[in-house]
């Protein structure tokens, strides 16, 4: 056995464990890095990018085919998916090389980390690693399929999907969460009869319903078969195809399809770590318990991103990382405050993005809000780039105006939504939101809208009719 020493240990050098990383070596600590490969994480290989990329064929596609409305009618179209594949391929090798090559300025460990005591942890059979503070960064992975009949009759997960190399004529997707919509409006897109069966009212079942509905309507409109309020009982095999029998509303039903894409959720990946040894608390399906300076049960031991099973952002997982580190080298117990930075967004078409407080988490909480909502089918600009598709809503608190939260069903909603993380960040009101300068004609601008409407029922300010909106 080798031993080794270092101040600080990550294992996991996904994006949640190099963000600890670069910041714990910025502060001066002697840090390490364990990861048992593929290098790269989620994100780059088997998550966020490679599904945009592919995303970005099927809603070019789209737009091609809507092109007549704009009076350009393309002809045929044609979809060479081997294409598709390897410009994703070639993408994705390219930004994981990039990260790969900046693991590698780390001391690296390859191989699986196991703990051996609470500052002690074993990589594969033969190095034995001690450090003052470990960080768990070690994400998650598809939750077990628990269907009966599922793995008898054969699936495909999220990792399998983003590398298809053919297309199947039919595909039942199983959840409406996030990675279901994306990926089954990409797999229709390109020509796959696609029916997504979830147990809620509406895609993506934690937003606010106003957005899951018409979400959910929109993605019907153009052909793909969503079947709420449905439950999966069981899947079998018959004549070579794969049927699921359903229940709705106690009436029960089979669908046939040629795949299955299983997309009922992930679970953090901490099973071998041996967290006991390790005194560390931890539930298989909801990760490890860490407070708010995201340090877990032994106070010399942190864990952030998908490993801790909140909020599965990438985004979140960095923002964890950075701060963890500060926490471990600083001896600090710097507090996590999620309250912009839950910001998250679905790239279905039209995009979800939500910042702040939603109308349900207000109602749940009891907070005395006011709501602003605007249809993009009435904003000129959009009307202009004929994507008139969801609306924009404003949240703010009834006795100041201060914005508690905003929502945008539309295009480009994960790009729009920005505007409205900053305006959060510094506390702006409607009042003092409405006096920034927006450009005319621009989607932006749609959010002076409902900042007005806000205004007006606050009975507050003489709203002049603006000279940008014509
Ligand atoms: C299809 C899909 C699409 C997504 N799209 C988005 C998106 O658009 N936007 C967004 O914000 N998020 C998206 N996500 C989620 C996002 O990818 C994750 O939240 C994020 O990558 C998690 O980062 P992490 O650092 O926690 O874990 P990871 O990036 O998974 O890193 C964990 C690392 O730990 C290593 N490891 C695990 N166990 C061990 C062990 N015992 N020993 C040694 N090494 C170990 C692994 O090899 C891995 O490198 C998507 C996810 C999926 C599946």
Same mark, same amino acid.
């Given at each position: 056995?080798?031993?080794?020493?270092?101040?600080?240990?990550?294992?996991?050098?996904g994006?949640?464990?190099?963000?600890?990383?670069?910041?714990?070596?910025?502060?001066? $600590?002697?840090?390490a890095?364990?990861?048992?490969?593929?290098?790269?994480? !989620?994100? =780059?290989l088997?998550?966020?990018?490679?599904?945009?990329?592919?995303i970005?064929?099927?809603?070019?596609?789209?737009?091609v085919?809507?092109?007549?409305?704009?009076?350009?009618?393309a002809?045929?179209?044609?979809?060479?998916?081997?294409?598709?594949?390897?410009?994703? +391929?070639?993408?994705?090798?390219?930004?994981?090389?990039?990260?790969?090559?900046?693991?590698?300025?780390?001391?690296?460990?390859?191989?699986?980390?196991?703990?051996?005591?609470p500052?002690?942890?074993?990589?594969?059979?033969?190095?034995? =690693? +001690?450090a003052?503070?470990?960080? &768990?960064?070690?994400?998650?992975?598809?939750?077990?399929?628990?269907?009966?009949?599922?793995?008898?009759?054969?699936? &495909?997960?999220?990792?399998?999907?983003?590398? !298809?190399?053919?297309?199947?004529?039919?595909?039942?997707?199983l959840?409406? @969460? *996030?990675?279901?919509?994306?990926? @089954?409006?990409?797999?229709?897109?390109?020509?796959?009869?696609?029916?997504?069966? !979830?147990r809620?009212?509406h895609?993506?079942?934690?937003?606010?319903?106003?957005?899951?509905? $018409?979400l959910?309507d929109?993605?019907?409109?153009?052909?793909?078969d969503?079947?709420?309020?449905?439950? =999966?009982?069981?899947? *079998?095999? +018959?004549?070579?195809?794969?049927?699921?029998?359903?229940?709705?509303?106690? /009436?029960?039903e089979?669908?046939?399809?040629?795949?299955?894409?299983?997309?009922?959720g992930?679970?953090?990946?901490?099973?071998?770590?041996?967290?006991?040894?390790?005194?560390v608390?931890?539930?298989?399906?909801?990760?490890?318990e860490?407070?708010?300076?995201?340090?877990?049960?032994?106070?010399?031991i942190?864990?952030?991103g998908?490993?801790?099973g909140?909020?599965?952002?990438v985004?979140?997982?960095?923002f964890? @990382?950075?701060?963890?580190a500060?926490?471990?080298?600083?001896n600090?117990?710097?507090?996590?405050d999620?309250?912009?930075?839950?910001?998250?967004?679905?790239?279905?078409?039209?995009?979800?993005?939500?910042? @702040?407080?939603?109308?349900?988490?207000?109602q749940? #909480?009891?907070?005395?809000?006011?709501?602003?909502?605007?249809?993009?089918?009435?904003?000129?600009?959009?009307?202009?780039?004929?994507? #008139?598709?969801?609306?924009?809503?404003?949240?703010?608190?009834?006795?100041?105006?201060?914005?508690?939260?905003?929502?945008?069903?539309?295009?480009?909603?994960?790009?729009?939504?920005?505007? /409205?993380?900053?305006? /959060?960040?510094?506390?702006a009101?409607?009042?003092?939101?409405?006096k920034?300068?927006? !450009?005319?004609?621009?989607?932006?601008?749609?959010?002076?809208y409902?900042?007005?409407?806000?205004?007006?029922?606050?009975?507050?300010v003489?709203?002049?009719p603006?000279?940008?909106?014509?």
């Amino acid at each position: 056995m080798n031993d080794a020493r270092h101040d600080i240990v990550i294992v996991g050098a996904g994006s949640g464990g190099f963000a600890a990383a670069r910041t714990a070596r910025a502060l001066g $600590a002697d840090v390490a890095l364990i990861d048992h490969g593929p290098l790269g994480g !989620l994100c =780059i290989l088997r998550g966020c990018m490679p599904s945009k990329t592919l995303i970005a064929s099927s809603d070019l596609l789209h737009d091609v085919r809507e092109g007549s409305e704009l009076g350009i009618d393309a002809g045929e179209i044609t979809v060479d998916f081997p294409h598709i594949m390897r410009r994703k +391929r070639d993408i994705i090798a390219g930004f994981a090389q990039f990260r790969i090559d900046a693991i590698r300025e780390f001391p690296l460990y390859e191989g699986r980390a196991t703990f051996l005591s609470p500052l002690e942890i074993r990589v594969g059979d033969h190095t034995r =690693i +001690r450090a003052q503070k470990f960080i &768990i960064a070690t994400g998650s992975v598809v939750a077990p399929a628990t269907l009966p009949g599922l793995e008898e009759t054969g699936y &495909i997960d999220s990792d399998m999907a983003l590398e !298809l190399s053919r297309l199947p004529e039919s595909l039942l997707v199983l959840g409406g @969460g *996030y990675v279901g919509t994306e990926l @089954g409006q990409f797999f229709s897109r390109l020509g796959v009869k696609t029916t997504i069966i !979830l147990r809620s009212p509406h895609l993506l079942s934690a937003e606010d319903h106003d957005v899951g509905y $018409a979400l959910t309507d929109y993605v019907r409109d153009e052909g793909i078969d969503v079947r709420t309020e449905t439950l =999966i009982e069981r899947v *079998y095999s +018959r004549n070579g195809k794969k049927v699921a029998h359903l229940v709705h509303h106690g /009436m029960a039903e089979e669908l046939e399809a040629d795949e299955i894409l299983y997309a009922l959720g992930r679970v953090p990946d901490i099973a071998g770590l041996d967290l006991h040894a390790a005194q560390v608390r931890a539930h298989p399906k909801t990760g490890i318990e860490v407070d708010q300076s995201l340090r877990t049960s032994n106070p010399h031991i942190f864990a952030v991103g998908d490993a801790t099973g909140r909020f599965l952002l990438v985004h979140v997982a960095i923002f964890q @990382g950075e701060l963890a580190a500060r926490n471990a080298v600083l001896n600090a117990a710097e507090p996590a405050d999620y309250h912009l930075v839950k910001t998250h967004t679905v790239f279905s078409d039209p995009q979800v993005a939500v910042v @702040g407080d939603t109308e349900r988490d207000l109602q749940s #909480t009891g907070v005395s809000y006011l709501k602003g909502v605007y249809d993009f089918a009435e904003h000129g600009k959009a009307i202009c780039i004929n994507k #008139t598709k969801g609306f924009v809503k404003m949240l703010a608190a009834a006795d100041s105006g201060r914005i508690l939260g905003a929502s945008v069903l539309g295009s480009h909603g994960s790009d729009l939504i920005h505007e /409205m993380i900053v305006a /959060m960040n510094y506390g702006a009101t409607v009042f003092e939101f409405m006096k920034i300068p927006h !450009l005319h004609p621009t989607m932006a601008e749609i959010w002076l809208y409902p900042a007005e409407e806000i205004a007006e029922k606050m009975n507050a300010v003489q709203v002049e009719p603006s000279a940008m909106r014509a």
